[in-house]
């Protein structure tokens, strides 16, 4: 398997889920400002959207869209307990997660990211998500992760876009649930390693 990312983006989460799933996979790093590839190829051939994350299975197939790839790949390492099993109330309550972390939360952060949004919107963005956040940090002060003790996919998909919080000056001092979610997944192992690979944290 190959995973098109940009360091930093959305493509965070399925590479830490590619190294906690412990799956052999090659990267390759997307410019999303002129859309090529490392290797030089058209990335608007491999995604007619422009952006990552892409998967590209051994068949050569591609699959595309955050959510469904981290389920995917979950499913690939069943006893790495990154998604519950098919078919239970709870794996459609770790997909109750993953849509609204890409909805309401994600969707909100890329409208900060664009410039050619006005500033009434990006203002109404911030409130949006300061309520998102609220009921992401009630449901962590009582658990350590998403799902309870467990790290899930929907966990690396939450840590991924609090880590934009800084450099977008989403204020996470209101939640210090949050913060500490940050702080415990930061210090996975696997965590630690997407982040170097991604030249996101010093070695």
């Not at 996919?153 to 204020?171: E, G, K, M, N």
């Amino acid at each position: 398997m190959k995973l098109f990312y940009t360091p930093g983006t959305g493509s965070l989460a399925p590479h830490i889920a590619l190294r906690e799933a412990g799956l052999d996979f090659q990267l390759e790093r997307v410019s999303l400002r002129t859309k090529t590839t490392e290797s030089g190829e058209d990335f608007h051939g491999i995604n007619p959207h422009g952006y990552v994350p892409v998967l590209q299975l051994d068949d050569g197939g591609h699959l595309t869209e955050g959510p469904a790839i981290l389920q995917f790949l979950a499913d690939l390492a069943p006893s790495r307990n990154l998604a519950p099993a098919n078919g239970t109330l709870e794996r459609y309550r770790l997909q109750e997660l993953l849509s609204f972390i890409a909805t309401e939360l994600h969707k909100n952060f890329a409208v900060l990211v664009d410039e050619a949004y006005p500033e009434e919107g990006k203002r109404m963005a911030h409130e949006r998500l300061a309520r998102r956040l609220r009921s992401m940090e009630a449901r962590l002060a009582s658990q350590p992760h998403l799902m309870g003790t467990d790290f899930t996919v929907a966990d690396a998909y939450l840590f991924t876009v609090l880590s934009w919080c800084a450099y977008l000056q989403v204020d996470l001092s209101p939640f210090p649930a949050l913060r500490s979610f940050q702080a415990r997944v930061m210090e996975r192992p696997q965590v630690q390693a997407t982040l170097k690979a991604e030249g996101l944290l010093k070695s």
